[in-house]
């Protein structure tokens, strides 16, 4: 058996057994919840601590209810954006907290690298989780999309999975890539407009498209990635409508996927940006599956490293 | 018996029957806590939402401590101003919230008809309760004003009740009349400048006055509305101190009203605008007693739309 | 015995048997954690509330976890710093809250003597506990300084305590030297550069000091001050190397006071203006164990005031 994680900071490198326990520990979740469980006493207790430098209002309140399923208390400690955002001054902040005897730290840092960082620094037990760093990871959005598709899709020998938008700068494609390989899919392409195309070097297995019609043809997942309005300037599109026209999910390049492609997004969707609103809304759309799937993901986590 | 509330979004058209349910579940609330209970397992596991996109800590707080109290857990959802407040955005947001599993959701918007909306547009179980939208309705506020008036004045075939102040803009206004009227309150004057006065036909059974002396004779209750003060350039008056001349209520006005008439107020107060200090820290005012009340009724609320 | 405390809103005039038994509570606190325990339902269904006028998380924080290890329900009370900041309104609020039937309101506030007006005006059976008031008091801090203190010289007799920093400002010093003076220290000293430093009949049982150098000679424990670095300009250095240099704690100073001497910081730190890092990280540093006795000793606190 691989051996229980103590911190979450990153999907690389994790074995595939151990993504495989936190997905199967996450279906578990969602079946006792299935079954009218509204708490489990896994954590009675613990105390749990969003500290969030980035704004999030959606990842943030996913976690405060899985910790709270699981008998956990939460306590939201709220920066003002202007203090304690990096260097010595975040690593007092940390110890503070450790010394308060919390159990786990779930952050949240736009610069790379600080959640382990507080991995480094960390001196007592304390675990750490990342809710997305930087361009780096976030790995719980990872494995719920995994999850997602393992719902549907369960043999990833013959999964083909595209990721379309602003794969540079996203922590969630270097997270689902993570989660996917290790699950062994076949194939995983990247598409993206040149400006925010990454190195190739930097997503090693994975084919990269900038052609979207191409990237998506006989996929059987396509997962769009939320476009930050101040980086249109970088796709060489002039405006919103040009980049939805040759980067944007519609029915007629749904069509172009293999049958039933799963259509996903991380959220919040920008409606006729990134994807259209007929098909975020209809009968191909899991994203409101990884929502749900997000909350039993996050308790199978903190249970792997709070749990006895 | 009329049927469980699945929602509460105004109380408009509710019938009797069901608003006498909720103020006798309130007062079975207030028996169980004046009795030493200080929790109700009656929603423990349920897991409630504050989505608050106007400012509120008294609303909220009063809505937080009556979910904690029958045992929910209770999730604030802090939106900035400027984000999700409209539209296919906010849908978004509620179906996000949907998908996590909530079991309510408590609203505050400034748009009227906001959760009426989102009960259209809700796709699960979820529950929608109204902490006040725009000028339309704050139904648990109109509760707790009947309650109070009940537990002094419980002949309603003989009361008569005075609301004065913006009444044109005012959404305790018109919960109060519709909850006053359903239990068949004998007469409901609105008193108002004529800039805040509302149109008849908004108020077919209520008698209108521009006078608050003629307004208050004989009053069994005196409902003070809170002044926005950038309002008062609607008010024809030059400033607060003839706005208070005109509108307030002071020793003298109250000695017009009937004996020991109830003195009420949904607060915060402004001391001197709407009410002299004397008066509101006087023998005859309710205030206090409403606040209490307040958690009470949205225990009874909480209890209709979520307890099996 | 000494009775009950109803409230806590500054150390002076407590008796000694009232602050021994508080800490000697801290210390039970502290032993049952040790051993496991993580939840003592001593305060089940009461609920507390954080009523922060002036932000900080660390305080706010330590309070919240005290509260919920003891099992009660908090409630952050969020008030935008522009409302309800004083008087009349003040107490409004007060009274709201106490017509919700909460047990005890912690309380923190820029201008001095705010939680004894909150007592003064306290309606019903609310206590009120301060969460440090102006430059007038931060009970807590008195008395967890004093815990960490006599966890490690238990014989005040021989104690010899240097307080550094802006002490004229400094509600920290205040409730310091209210502890320690009940708890019979030997001796307490002041010290702070001249535009920061007290009258001494503020402190008439002190020795005061210009001179750090001096101050700390022989001291069994060191309590820095934090300085607000806005208050720069008030001590005639030119600049933060030179307060450093006259005012801050490095190795070479601390090397003049007893062996063994407790190095301590209510925190936040300012690394390199009045603390040097290498001995804020140093093996006499009891900074974070000033950290951990807070929860303790807010624990006991609350116990003392809620508890049956």
Redesign the interface.
């Known amino acids: 058996m691989s051996p229980r994680l103590r911190h979450l900071t990153s999907l690389e490198h994790l074995p595939r057994a151990t993504i495989e326990r936190l997905l199967d520990r996450a279906e578990a979740m969602r079946d006792a919840?299935a079954h009218g469980t509204?708490?489990l006493d896994l954590l009675?207790?613990?105390?749990v601590?969003n500290l969030f430098f980035e704004?999030s209002?959606?990842t943030r309140?996913?976690f405060?209810?899985a910790a709270?399923r699981l008998g956990a208390?939460v306590?939201n400690?709220?920066?003002?954006l202007s203090s304690?955002s990096k260097g010595?001054?975040m690593f007092?902040?940390l110890?503070?907290?450790?010394?308060?005897?919390?159990d786990a730290i779930i952050v949240r840092h736009k610069v790379s690298g600080t959640p382990d960082e507080l991995v480094r620094h960390a001196?007592s037990g304390v675990s750490v989780i990342n809710a997305g760093d930087g361009n780096r990871a976030h790995p719980t959005q990872g494995l719920l999309d995994a999850l997602t598709i393992r719902q549907h899709r369960p043999d990833f020998h013959q999964l083909v999975v595209t990721i379309c938008g602003d794969v540079k700068h996203s922590r969630v494609a270097r997270s689902d890539v993570h989660a996917l390989s290790a699950l062994g899919a076949k194939e995983i392409r990247l598409c993206a407009p040149s400006g925010l195309m990454p190195a190739q070097t930097d997503f090693p297995h994975c084919r990269l498209f900038d052609n979207f019609d191409s990237a998506i043809e006989g996929a059987d997942a396509v997962i769009m990635l939320r476009l930050q309005k101040e980086r249109m300037t970088a796709t060489d599109l002039p405006d919103e409508a040009a980049y939805f026209q040759h980067y944007g999910l519609d029915k007629r390049r749904l069509a172009l996927a293999a049958k039933g492609c799963l259509v996903m997004h991380p959220?919040?969707?920008n409606?006729g940006i990134e994807i259209a609103?007929d098909v975020a809304d209809g009968a191909q759309s899991r994203i409101?599956?990884q929502?749900?799937n997000?909350?039993f993901v996050r308790m199978a986590v903190l249970n792997e490293v709070l749990g006895r």
Chains 1, 2, 3 share one sequence.
């Open positions: 919840c509204r708490k009675t207790g613990r105390t601590l704004p209002t959606r309140t996913s405060e209810l709270r208390d306590i400690f709220d920066l003002g304690t010595e001054a007092d902040t110890h503070t907290l450790e010394a308060m005897h919390l001196m959220g919040p969707i409606r609103s409101l599956e929502v749900g997000g909350v």
